[in-house]
């Protein structure tokens, strides 16, 4: 596991086994990863090119910490620091997901998460921490210009239209929907 530019955020690059067969990785190992992570339920999404979906995060606590991996394609997949108070807040960093090189990122409770397709259709699974709640499911709007993630210019990005009613980050900021840089802290060291 490697850690990005986002505290609470890591990269996982498998060696993958190839041979005249195919190919074989090791996708998760709990044993791995830098902090605990109770898996509770696995999603999988298909995505046509373009379908921008994001960017999401839930209350904290409990939050949900995502483990995000591209089965089938490629994507870009975004981690964006939405916690107030946090050193990078509203910093983001992006990771190409694929079924070629089989990374996969994990993302810490509080921090936003967003991916765009880029290929013809792709399949992206999430291991979950905790269930969906959507009480606590909030979003930003993931073409925010004062976020400015640079989503690839030659895809026409598709939104749905939760995503796309979303609040600004400076709006679901001053609305007080955003996650708190020292609660996640303490979040963080406690056992759960």
Known sequence: MDPLGIEGAWCHTPRVH???????HEAFRAADLPHGFDLAQVNSSVSLRGVLRGVHF???????AKY?????GSVMDVVVDLRA???TFGRWEAVPLDDQAHRAVLIAEG?????????ERATVVYLCSRPYSPAREHGVH??????GIAWPGDVEPVLSDKDATAPTLQAALAAGLLPDY???LR???TPH
């Open 18 to 24: 190839t041979d005249p067969r195919g190919a074989f």
């Open 111 to 119: 921090l936003g998460h967003a991916f765009m397709a880029l290929s």
């Open 142 to 147: 993931p073409l925010d210009p004062d976020l």
């Open 85 to 87: 108070g946090s050193p």
């Open 182 to 184: 020292d609660t996640c």
């Open 187 to 189: 979040f963080y060291a």
């Open 58 to 64: 839930a209350d904290v606590p409990p939050g949900q």
């Open 68 to 72: 995000v991996m591209c089965a089938y």
